[in-house]
Nanobody, 119 residues
Framework: QVQLVESGGGLVQAGGSLRLSCVAS????????MGWFRQAPGKQRELVASITSRSNINYADSVKGRFTISRDNTKNTVYLQMNSLKPEDTAVYYCAAQKEGFTLSTGDWGQGTQVTVSS
C-alpha cells in the first residue's frame, strides 16, 4: 500500500492560483499512474487530472487550460498547478496512485486537502 500525503490547499480568491503537492511513500513511484480527484459537498468524486508513468496526461474538461499536472520522480511527488481558480473549483482534492494498467480510482488515496475559492 502506498501512503500519500497532500499539501498546498487553502483559501484563495477567484482568479488566483494554488499548487497542490502529493508525496508518495514508494520506491517504485516512477512506475505508478498518479492523479488528482476532487469532491465538492453533495457531489460525487471526480477525476481532475492524471499522469501515467510515461507522462501521458488527461484532464477533466472543466479544468483544461487552467490546471497543470506534473510529476518529479526524483522526489516521489506529483503536483497540480491550479490557475484562474473559480468558486466551482471549491472541493476537497485527493491524490491517488495506482500501478500502471489498473484503474486509478481503485488504487491508494491520500487524506485530502481542502481548496476553497471565494467569489
Amino acid at each position: 500500500q502506498v501512503q500519500l500525503v497532500e499539501s498546498g490547499g487553502g483559501l484563495v480568491q477567484a482568479g488566483g492560483s494554488l499548487r497542490l503537492s502529493c508525496v508518495a511513500s514508494t520506491s517504485r513511484f516512477s512506475r505508478f499512474t498518479m492523479g488528482w480527484f476532487r469532491q465538492a459537498p453533495g457531489k460525487q468524486r471526480e477525476l481532475v487530472a492524471s499522469i501515467t508513468s510515461r507522462s501521458n496526461i488527461n484532464y477533466a474538461d472543466s479544468v483544461k487550460g487552467r490546471f497543470t499536472i506534473s510529476r518529479d520522480n526524483t522526489k516521489n511527488t506529483v503536483y497540480l498547478q491550479m490557475n484562474s481558480l473559480k468558486p466551482e473549483d471549491t472541493a476537497v482534492y485527493y491524490c491517488a496512485a495506482q500501478k500502471e494498467g489498473f484503474t486509478l480510482s481503485t488504487g491508494d488515496w491520500g487524506q485530502g486537502t481542502q481548496v476553497t475559492v471565494s467569489s
